[in-house]
Every structure is written in structure tokens, then in C-alpha cells.
T-cell receptor
Framework: NAGVTQTPKFRVLKTGQSMTLLCAQD?????MYWYRQDPGMGLRLIHY???????AKGEVPDGYNVSRLKKQNFLLGLESAAPSQTSVYFC??????????????FGPGTRLTVL | SQQGEEDPQALSIQEGENATMNCSYK?????LQWYRQNSGRGLVHLIL?????REKHSGRLRVTLDTSKKSSSLLITASRAADTASYFC?????????FGAGTRLFVKA
């Protein structure tokens, strides 16, 4: 099992460009999450999904959109990148644990720089 | 919104010593989890403690939770150089998650 994979690993964008980050998991997890991590800080939740076809906003959703067309994939889009979106992006997945969030499995991260 | 705060921000100890890090929060939670992160890599789950539990053990890890004080602590006993990493608490409430800023642990061989 590959677990949680993220594509690409690194990317440099110019202000105003768009891109999509892909997250894939092979553990048949219902829940998937996108986080960003800025230097010296913890992770902040951008968007999450509790099942195929569903998405919801997290703590810092502005400037991002997401889609969960297939259970195993969770896409994060930046329509018009800004320097403030320079960060490391992590995807995670978990299974429902009796109605609460159980252990999350994380991808290796995507390092994005916006010039 | 929920807030997770950790202290200390950084901790440097000798191999073999114990390391304790703390997490405080402001609102009600379903569970609290601890994760480890090595050098900007993805986070790895260490332990989960539910809101109705007070203490859990896993190997050299001991976690306590005091919901009246809204705080948790992670104790790593007999630390090793390989324990050098950043440690984060994560609070869960509903479907959302909140991470603390982390404690950077350095274990000197």
C-alpha cells in the first residue's frame, strides 16, 4: 500500500497563476483533509471532506477550492496564486471512528512557492 | 474557534532523560491526538486519547488529559536521539481539527 500520496512534491508559481494539487489514498478512507503549514507553525485546516462528493470549509479556506469526485482522491485548487499562499501543503485521510475523527494518515507534503 | 497551544516551544535534553510537553485548549473536544514530525516531513500519529479518558500509554509514551483544566501532556520516557522531532497536539471537535504550534524536541546523544 502506498498510503497517502501527493502530487507534485515541489512547485514554483508566479502571482496570479493557477494550479491543482492532487492527493490520493489507497486505504478506502472516508475522510480527507487539506492543511497548510507555515514556518515554525502547526498545521491549519483549509478544507475537508467526509465522503465522496462532499466538501466543507476549514479554518483558512479563502483562496482555495477543493473537489472530491472520487473517494480516493481529494484535489486542492488555487485559482489565482498569491505570495501569501507560499507554504507546505499536507493532505491527510482517516476513517470514521465511531462518529469522531480517528488517526490521520499524512502525505509527504507539497512545497509551494509563489513569487 | 478552538485554539491549541503548546509549551515549551523548544526542549533540549540528554539521551536517557524524560521529555514532557504540554497542550492547552479553550473549548470542548471529542478527542486529542499527538503527532510527530521529522524535518518538514508528513506527520506521524503517536497516540489518541478520548475526552472521557484520563491517561493512556503506548510504549515509551504516556499521555494524560484533564478536561477540567483543558490540558494534556505527552511524556516520552528514556528519550533517544531518534526522538528528535517536532511534536504537535491535535484537537478534534465534530469533523474539524485544530493543531497546536508544536514543541521542538532535541535529544543530545
Amino acid at each position: 500500500n502506498a498510503g497517502v500520496t501527493q502530487t507534485p512534491k515541489f512547485r514554483v508559481l508566479k502571482t496570479g497563476q493557477s494550479m491543482t494539487l492532487l492527493c490520493a489514498q489507497d486505504m478506502n478512507h472516508e475522510y480527507m483533509y487539506w492543511y497548510r503549514q507555515d514556518p515554525g507553525m502547526g498545521l491549519r485546516l483549509i478544507h475537508y471532506s467526509v465522503g465522496e462528493g462532499t466538501t466543507a470549509k476549514g479554518e483558512v479556506p479563502d483562496g482555495y477550492n477543493v473537489s472530491r469526485l472520487k473517494k480516493q482522491n481529494f484535489l486542492l485548487g488555487l485559482e489565482s496564486a498569491a505570495p501569501s499562499q507560499t507554504s507546505v501543503y499536507f493532505c491527510a485521510s482517516s476513517s470514521p471512528g465511531g462518529g469522531e475523527i480517528s488517526e490521520q494518515f499524512f502525505g509527504p507534503g507539497t512545497r509551494l512557492t509563489v513569487l | 474557534s478552538q485554539q491549541g497551544e503548546e509549551d515549551p516551544q523548544a526542549l533540549s535534553i540528554q539521551e536517557g532523560e524524560n521529555a514532557t510537553m504540554n497542550c492547552s485548549y479553550k473549548t470542548s473536544i471529542n478527542n486529542l491526538q499527538w503527532y510527530r514530525q521529522n524535518s518538514g516531513r508528513g506527520l506521524v500519529h503517536l497516540i489518541l486519547i478520548r475526552s472521557n479518558e484520563r491517561e493512556k500509554h503506548s510504549g515509551r509514551l504516556r499521555v494524560t488529559l484533564d478536561t477540567s483544566k483543558k490540558s494534556s501532556s505527552l511524556l516520552i520516557t528514556a528519550s533517544r536521539a531518534a526522538d528528535t522531532a517536532s511534536y504537535f497536539c491535535m484537537l478534534t471537535g465534530g469533523f474539524k481539527t485544530i493543531f497546536g504550534a508544536g514543541t521542538r524536541l532535541f535529544v543530545k546523544a
